[in-house]
């Protein structure tokens, strides 16, 4: 019995029948794709580790175009700007780290990549002097001379501090040039990627139904893949 399914295992991967040659490339496909993605999740502990940027408010140290490998907060603390500046920690060529999150926690909204800055506790003073309703980073665009919260661009509803379960990721250097332009240029139903933007737009990610608000991101793969991101746009990957 075992040496006639080793036989029947060896024909079916020597076979020069067209159909079950395009399946065993198919099978073949798949488990790569299979190992790589579960390598990168491994690495980044998250199902969204790359973002595509198609806007330019992290611009210069991120740029339109740009693919960026995030790591969940399961693999990576968070470092703020003033904790940075402290110790000399530097990511994307200024102080502290650059994470991906969603406004106010929204589902619904289009993720945004900017830097966090600072710490805040629930009755803090936000930047305009208003008082943070609870504990949070606050964040803001390395080309932006405003802070995220509480009004991004001023747009309303008021971004409110980002608390650590809205965080998708923490941007990891470098950005990788040019790529997410392909997933830009590209229309959604033919490109499962991630992207993310900072202009107050949506864009699907994964399954095609999820959408993102920040420097934009769009998803790659429908399990692992590219979002955009840089400044509050969005389009459908």
Known sequence: MQDQTREHTKKFWKTDNYWLALLRDILVALLVVAVIMSIIYAYSGSV?????????????????GDVVLIRGL????????????????????????????RPNGDEHATPIIHRAMYWVNAGD???NNQTAVH???ITKG??????????LFGGMPGVEPVKPEWIIGVAQQPPIPWVGHLRL???TVITP???VSDEGQSVPIFNLTERFTLCRLSPLLDYGGFAAGAKLASKPF
């Open 142 to 151: 390395d080309y932006n001379q405003d802070y995220d919260q509480p009004l």
């Open 48 to 64: 969204t580790p790359l973002v595509a940027v198609q806007s330019g408010s992290m611009e210069p140290h991120i740029n339109i």
């Open 74 to 101: 399961n693999r990576v603390p968070v470092v703020t700007y003033n904790d940075g500046k402290a110790t000399d920690y530097q990511s994307f060529g200024n102080y502290g780290d650059v994470i991906v999150y």
């Open 125 to 127: 003073r936000l930047p």
């Open 185 to 187: 240029a590209l229309p």
């Open 135 to 137: 504990a949070g980073y």
């Open 193 to 195: 990627l991630v992207k």
